[in-house]
């Protein structure tokens, strides 16, 4: 079982300081983990209510910082560890760009980048950034097109209803070419399952609740099956996090629907350690108890 320690608030124990997480990321790395993940906000707007997952954890005016920027920073201090994002909103990135900065950072690491996206929720994020929220599919889709493109061929050119460029070389390409993987945070529908299918590796559940992941399962299954080998299927999800009777979220708890999460579909377990920790000193012990999981 491929484990993954999501490092989101985790540099909070630390006066805020985000090179905590070179040390929080070693220690992973020394315990056996697959790899971490970093959240992603480009900028975040006064509207927080319009969360559609429950309440949002942090202010308006609490820092985000930029996910690859900092992966580059980890992977230049460890030498095992998978670089992920859970999830980058790529379409905020230019496709070109965004092509360019993965493929440095996958050389940078020796294949090590693993590429989670979706396309957010926030409206104001793509106002700043010049992206019309309405074709965010049309756009999210187009993007990853590109990107997988250029990571395979040059010259490449590209004709499509956003973007258009002819005989373009965008060099280096990934140390994983164009196998980089790309696993998706979106609500899963037989479309988007193909759409998986056909450019993808796997899938980020939104949800954590077993009936969510075994219906998306069976979605992606059937894709795969028709496009390519079913075994290749990546499933990365969250347990449930379970709360004790004092009302506070308690780890053992949480560990226990292992077994459930995996007969439900995932292949990947990915856990937040601030669920559980209460000061700096808590973080490895809690990062041991996770990697009980894999043994």
């Known amino acids: 079982m491929k484990l993954i320690a999501g490092l989101f608030g985790l540099h909070n124990f630390?006066?805020?300081?985000?090179?905590?997480y070179i040390e929080i990321s070693q220690s992973a790395e020394e315990l056996g983990f697959h790899?971490?993940?970093?959240?992603?906000?480009?900028?975040?707007?006064?509207?927080?209510?319009?969360?559609?997952?429950?309440?949002?954890?942090?202010?308006?005016?609490?820092?985000?910082?930029?996910?690859?920027?900092?992966l580059t920073m980890i992977a230049s201090?460890?030498?095992?560890?998978?670089?992920?994002?859970?999830?980058?909103?790529?379409?905020l990135r230019n496709p070109a760009l965004l092509a360019k900065t993965a493929a440095t950072l996958d050389s940078i690491s020796k294949g090590r980048l693993e590429l989670g996206v979706g396309m957010g929720w926030q409206e104001e994020e793509y106002h700043t950034a010049g992206v019309p929220f309405e074709k965010r599919s049309e756009i999210f889709w187009e993007t990853l097109e590109i990107c997988q493109l250029l990571w395979k061929n040059s010259p490449a050119s590209h004709k499509g209803n956003i973007y258009q460029f002819d005989d373009i070389w965008c060099q280096p390409q990934p140390f994983q070419g164009s196998d980089l993987p790309l696993l998706f945070g979106l609500k899963m529908?037989?479309?988007?399952?193909?759409?998986?299918?056909?450019?993808g590796h796997g899938w980020i559940p939104i949800k954590t609740d077993a009936e969510f992941i075994s219906n998306g399962k069976e979605l992606l299954t059937s894709a795969f099956k028709e496009n390519r080998n079913e075994k290749e299927l990546r499933i990365r999800g969250q347990l449930p996090t379970q709360i004790d009777s004092s009302g506070v979220p308690n780890l053992d708890l949480t560990l226990k629907q292992a077994e459930k999460s995996i007969a439900a579909g995932l292949t990947e377990i990915e856990i937040f350690p601030i669920n559980f920790v209460r000061s700096k000193e808590d973080i490895k012990p809690v990062l041991n108890a996770i990697s009980d999981l894999s043994k």
């Open 35 to 70: 790899g971490i993940s970093l959240t992603d906000h480009v900028v975040m707007g006064k509207n927080l209510h319009k969360y559609p997952f429950g309440s949002f954890p942090l202010p308006s005016e609490a820092p985000w910082y930029e996910p690859l920027t900092v």
């Open 189 to 199: 529908t037989k479309q988007t399952a193909n759409k998986i299918a056909n450019i």
């Open 77 to 91: 201090h460890t030498s095992k560890l998978h670089l992920g994002t859970a999830v980058l909103i790529a379409p």
């Open 14 to 20: 630390y006066e805020g300081d985000i090179n905590s």
